[in-house]
C-alpha cells in the first residue's frame, strides 16, 4: 500500500509542492514559539530563590550627604537605627542599583583554577540584605561586621555558579580569583539561585560581595522589609523622613509592583508573536483544506473507479489521509534536519531539552493539523457514488 501511495505522491509532485511548502512553514513558525514557550516555562517553574513582598526600594540621591569618611560612616549608621527604630520596617539594606527587578545590571569576572567566569552578575550588599529578602542559604554563612578585617573578603556565590567552579564539592572554605587572578576572594556561603530579572528569565551566575564603608560614597539605593500594616501613610511618612535626611531627591517603589512590570516585558512580546503565529497557522490550515478539497475533486474518476472494483468508502478517506501524513511526514523531515541545528548551534543561548522538547511538540502540532484539515475532504470523498463519478468522467 505505501509502495501504491508513494508512487501517486510522486505522479504528483507540481501539484504536492505547495502542500510541502506550507507544512514546512507551518512547522518552522511552531517550532519557534513552542522553544520560546517551553524556554519560559521551564524558567517559571524553577524556584524564584526569594521573597519580593513586601519589599520597598529607596533610591535617593546621595550629593548632599558628607565628604568625610568617618562623617558619612556616622550619618549612615544614624539613619540605620532610626529606619529601624519604625515599627512599620522589620528590616533595612543598603544596595547597589542592580537589585532585583531594577532593569539594572552590573557584572564581573572570576578565576578558579585558571578557568575564566565572565559576566558574574556582582550584587554589592548590606549585612541584612539576606532577611530583606530571605534568600534561602544552601552553605555556609551570611556576612558579619568582623568579616571587614579578615585577610581575604568574604564572598558568597549562588548554586549555578558553585556547580560549574567546584561541582559536588563544597565550596565553603575555598579560594578564588577575581578576574585577573590578583586578588584572592574567600567563599563564605552559597545561596539559591536568584532571577533577579523576572519570572521568565533564568537566574546568571551570581556574586555577592559586602558593602563596604568604601563604597558608601557611591551608594543610593536602600532596600525596606516592611510588616503587614505599612500603608500609604507610613509611606508618606518614610519619603518626608528620607527627602530631609538626605536633603535629595527620594523615590520609593514597591518591588512586587517592579515585577509586574519586568513580566510584563516578556508577556506583551510573546502574546504578540502568539497572535501573530496562530493567524498564519489558521490560513495554513484553511490552505491545507483548500488544496485536499482541490485534489479531490482532480481525482473524483480515479475515486469512482476504486469504489467501482469494491474499494469501501473507509479504504478511499485512509488513502486521502494517509497521503496527507506521507507529505507531511516529509516535510517534518525536512523542517527538523534545520531546527536541530538551534540545539547543535546553541542559538540565542537556550537549553538543549527546550529545543527538544519544541521539536516534538511542533511535529505532534504538525500531524494533528494535516490530519484535521484531510478528515473532512476524505469523508466526502469516501461518499462520492461511483456511478455518477464515473458518468461525470
Known amino acids: ?30 517550532f519557534a514559539v513552542f522553544s520560546y514557550l517551553t524556554y519560559y516555562y521551564q524558567n517559571y517553574s524553577k524556584p524564584l530563590g526569594f521573597d519580593y513582598k513586601r519589599v520597598w526600594s529607596v533610591a535617593y540621591g546621595n550629593g548632599q550627604l558628607p565628604k568625610n569618611h568617618d562623617s558619612l560612616v556616622t550619618f549612615y549608621d544614624n539613619l540605620t537605627k532610626s529606619l529601624k527604630s519604625m515599627p512599620q520596617i522589620e528590616h533595612v539594606s543598603f544596595s547597589s542599583s542592580n537589585y532585583p527587578y531594577s532593569d539594572s545590571f552590573m557584572s564581573t569576572g572570576l578565576t578558579q583554577n585558571r578557568r575564566k567566569f565572565d559576566r558574574v552578575s556582582n550584587f554589592m550588599v548590606g549585612n541584612d540584605y539576606q532577611k530583606v529578602w530571605n534568600v534561602p542559604l544552601l552553605e555556609g554563612r551570611w556576612f558579619l561586621p568582623e568579616d571587614a578585617v579578615s585577610k581575604d573578603k568574604g564572598v558568597i556565590i549562588n548554586e549555578t555558579l558553585k556547580n560549574e567552579m567546584f561541582g559536588n564539592q563544597k565550596a565553603t ?3 578564588i580569583g577575581d578576574f585577573d587572578d590578583k586578588n584572592k576572594l574567600k567563599v ?3 545561596v539559591a539561585d536568584i532571577k533577579a530579572n523576572g519570572d521568565f528569565q533564568p537566574g546568571n551566575n551570581a556574586l555577592f560581595s559586602p558593602l563596604d564603608t568604601g563604597y558608601l560614597k557611591w551608594t543610593g539605593t536602600l532596600l525596606i522589609k ?13 519619603y518626608k523622613f528620607m527627602a530631609t535626611s538626605t536633603h535629595n531627591a527620594v523615590e520609593i517603589q514597591h518591588v512586587d509592583e517592579m515585577r509586574d512590570s519586568r513580566n510584563r516585558q516578556t508577556i506583551i512580546p510573546m502574546t504578540i508573536f502568539i497572535i501573530i503565529a496562530s493567524f498564519l497557522i489558521i490560513n495554513v490550515a484553511l490552505g491545507l483544506f483548500g488544496v485536499l478539497w482541490y485534489n479531490i475533486n482532480k481525482r473524483k474518476g480515479e475515486i ?10 473507509r479504504a478511499v478517506s485512509a488513502q486521502l489521509v494517509m497521503e496527507a501524513m506521507i507529505l507531511a511526514t516529509m516535510s517534518l523531515i525536512v523542517g527538523c534536519f534545520f531546527a536541530i541545528q538551534f540545539p547543535l548551534l ?11 522538547i519544541a521539536m516534538l511538540l511542533s511535529v505532534a502540532f504538525i500531524y494533528l493539523l494535516v490530519l484535521f484539515c484531510s478528515f473532512y475532504p476524505g469523508k466526502q470523498a469516501a461518499g462520492i457514488h461511483p456511478a455518477i463519478a464515473l458518468h461525470e468522467e
Open 304 to 313: 469512482g473507479l476504486r469504489r467501482a472494483i469494491g474499494a469501501s468508502g
Open 226 to 238: 516592611v510588616r503587614e500594616g505599612a500603608d500609604a501613610t507610613f509611606e508618606s511618612q518614610l
Open 1 to 30: 500500500m505505501f509502495k501504491h501511495l508513494f508512487k501517486l505522491i510522486w505522479n504528483k509532485r507540481n501539484q504536492n509542492f505547495l502542500f510541502l511548502s506550507e507544512i514546512l512553514i507551518s512547522f518552522l513558525v511552531i
Open 346 to 356: 546553541s542559538v540565542f543561548n537556550i537549553p538543549t531539552s527546550a529545543y527538544i
Open 188 to 190: 563564605i556561603g552559597v
Open 173 to 175: 572554605g575555598k579560594l
